[in-house]
């Protein structure tokens, strides 16, 4: 049986492989410590639980609006506004089956084939494989451990061809912790202003988790803000990643451009889950307020640990819940008879003889790095690290 062309193209999600291999040793009886996984790991607040339990009473089980219902859009008004000072309409409002689905709709409704699609690297695994679906070319801005690992406004100017269709990043990144101040925003958007035909995605799904402070959009450059697409959802900062609910805030032809695109693909997400994010948006940020108390002192104590391994070499994360070391001083030592050829064979090392699960930088573009996640307990992070150490140390 034959599969079509369009699946040759798509990498499998490295992200999603090594989740399913640390599921499947431990099904085996192995003790693994996942730091792959990209979930919070905690539990969705009581108050958006209610609401949900309230929607099932008040009998929300029937087909929704493609875009959303009109009050959870007006929700997402309501918080763009309060969080990040965006005046969007519910017109320019599209809710999704998660930020993945959102991600998916703009890119297929406004990239063609040949246009090429900017994206710095690292990215999150996803951004290149969904170019590659809609026929796209993705371009690659490599940056470096020594800029923090953002992108300069000159090397932006240079990858701008007549092909360039898009600029896609995300701010908290996804791998690498970073986030785009708004003066580095600022210098990226004078670029933008001499290309107008260039739209730009902000993935900011990692907005509540950023410990600079203030999170910082391009959309607030009014003269730029009916060209970007702003991305966002609740799996991070509510702990909501299996209740799938991602938006598109856009200028109404793209909004209904996704509407469309979506109409047939999944129509409406969830009733319940639309219900419970209303309460999620507009309502206390207490839970969202002590998860990056929390995050901020796994962060801490992860970077420590990182420095007491040898060779290794890694940023301080300013937003998200990973850390994105440079491990390729272990490149081509062996254990055994086993060589260590790349990030790859490191990660499988660690997996099977550490039983430390974590995520191959080449999924990110960024082949001389792991990303590890502290989205886990203090215990764990501890114990996975001491294991990591020594394991590095066995290799020759």
């Known amino acids: ?39 919070p790991d905690f539990n969705t607040p009581d108050h958006v ?48 089956t998660g930020a993945k689905q959102s991600l998916a709709n703009v890119i297929l409704a406004v990239v063609e084939e040949g246009d090429e699609v900017i994206i710095p ?8 494989e969904l170019v590659r679906l809609a026929d796209g070319k993705p371009v690659f801005i490599t940056s470096s451990i020594e800029s923090n690992y953002k992108i300069t406004a000159q090397q932006l ?27 580095e925003l600022e210098g990226l958007a004078e670029v933008f202003r001499k290309h107008p035909g260039i739209l730009i995605i902000s993935d900011e799904i990692y907005e509540y ?18 060209r970007v697409i702003v991305i966002n959802g609740l799996s991070k900062g509510f702990a909501m990643t299996g209740w799938r609910l991602g938006y598109v805030a856009a200028n109404p032809v793209i909004a209904k451009g996704c509407e469309k695109l979506q109409g047939q693909i999944t129509s409406g997400t969830s009733s319940i889950t639309q219900r419970a994010a209303i309460e999620a948006l507009t309502g206390d940020l207490a839970s969202a307020q002590e998860m990056l108390k929390i ?40 254990h055994g ?11 499988m090392y660690l997996l099977n003889t550490a039983h430390v699960s974590s995520v191959n930088g080449a999924a990110f573009g960024e082949p001389t790095c792991i990303r590890f996640s502290f989205a886990n307990s203090m215990e764990n992070i501890e114990k996975a690290m001491s294991r990591i150490k020594k394991a590095l140390a066995d290799l020759s």
């Open 157 to 183: 100017e240079a990858a701008i061809t007549p092909k360039t269709k898009l600029f896609l990043f995300s701010s908290p990144c996804n791998p690498s912790g970073s986030v785009y101040s708004k003066k």
């Open 121 to 128: 690297t690292p990215y999150w695994v996803t951004y290149s």
């Open 209 to 226: 988790i950023n410990y600079r402070g203030k999170h910082e959009s391009i959309a607030r450059f009014a003269d730029l803000k009916e």
């Open 337 to 347: 008879d086993t060589p260590i050829k790349n990030a790859d064979d490191l990660c």
């Open 295 to 334: 995050f901020t002192e796994r962060r801490k104590r992860m970077l420590e640990l990182l420095k007491e391994i040898p060779g290794i070499v890694c940023a301080e994360p300013d937003g998200a819940f990973y850390v994105f070391p440079k491990v390729d001083i272990y490149f081509g030592k062996k």
């Open 1 to 39: 049986m034959k599969l079509s062309s369009r699946l040759q193209k798509l990498n499998e999600s490295e992200t999603l492989k090594m989740s399913k291999l640390s599921r499947e040793l431990k099904a085996k009886g192995v003790d693994v410590i996942d730091l792959s996984v990209g979930e």
């Open 49 to 96: 639980k209610q609401a949900a339990k309230k929607a099932i009473d008040d009998n929300y089980s029937h087909y929704t609006p493609v875009a959303g219902y009109a009050d959870l859009r007006e929700a997402v008004c309501v918080k763009l506004k309060r969080d990040n000072d965006l005046d969007y309409k519910p017109e320019n409002i599209v809710v999704s």
